[in-house]
């Protein structure tokens, strides 16, 4: 989706998406361990060039099989441990049109926007390294990273990559990289437990008789609108989706065009940003007249989600997307305990 391309999450934005150098770098993050029995299969040296990926790889129960990571890899917190391979050039301490404007210029010039530290990943000598390309056409192909990894590392890795654009992408994706470690059963078992929490989800907002609308921020300056999964979990949270469309790449909205879908509710989740981070850039926001004016705001129904640990990693943790977005469209109906850390409520004061 919107800012994964720069080093603060995992989406892209249409014309902006995954582009790799092989010459530096940084890494760190992952999952949940859980608990299957492999003693033939854990020889795997598995190096995450995404944090989504490093997610799914310890919900699988390969934690201990990580030797690198992503410089944006921060879950589950036991992975801080391992060697980090990759780093952003991008300024992300910059504000969030600054930030624009620098992803826009390198775009423009066709450089890349991650660094890969490749004398790390010779050393550390991975069997498998996972990332993930969108775009061939504006970012580093599959092809080109193949071919870049496989001559500079001596020990030959293979490389799965993932291409999550919509819902049932992140579970094609998990079962890809469980069988890409000879443990398909463990893809399976784990697509099969978070499918069934959502259902159990969407039964029950399915009682429900009014589903509000509801507009996803991905990022403030510029305004976009989240899209990719996000419509989905939308839906499977009990919320009419406004401006955006399912398996399609974040766009480009004015204010005037928020204010025309009139939202009911407004998620705030920028890519790559945690809540603290999104408050300090809402003044790009709320300093226009428009703002004021929306139902949502007039209503209080604004909410800060911490967009880069949740809505803009498509791994394990989209379910509690789906339940952070539940908690907001009926916070009568449902408490899993989310808020605070999740999300706040927005207030102008």
Known sequence: MAAGMFGIGDRGRAGELFFVDMSFAGLSCVYENTSFERESIMNHRIVSLIASATEIVCALGFESNLVGISHECDYPPTVTQIPVCSSSKIRTESSSAEIDNQVQTMVRDGLSVYRVNSELLDRISPSIIITQTQCEVCAVSFRDVEEAVCKLVRSAPSIVSLQPMELSDVWTDIQRVADALDDPESGKVL????????????????????????????????????????????????????????????????????????????????????????????????????????????????????????????GPRVVESAEILAECLHPDEFDFGHQGVGWILWSSD
């Open 191 to 314: 697509v099969s437990r978070l499918q069934d929490r959502l259902h159990s989800l969407r039964s029950r907002v399915q009682k429900i008789p009014r589903h509000p609308t509801i507009a996803c921020i991905e990022w403030m300056e510029p305004l976009m609108i989240a899209a990719n999964w996000v419509p989905e979990l939308v839906d499977c949270a009990g919320g009419c989706n406004l401006l955006s469309k399912p398996g399609k790449h974040s766009g480009y909205l004015s204010l005037d065009e928020l204010a025309a879908s009139e939202p009911d509710v407004i998620a705030i989740m920028p890519c790559g940003f945690d809540i603290g981070r999104s408050l300090c850039e809402m003044n790009s926001l709320t300093s226009s007249p428009e703002w004021k004016n929306l139902p949502a705001v007039r209503n209080q129904r604004v909410y800060v989600t911490d967009g880069n640990q949740y809505f803009n990693r498509p």
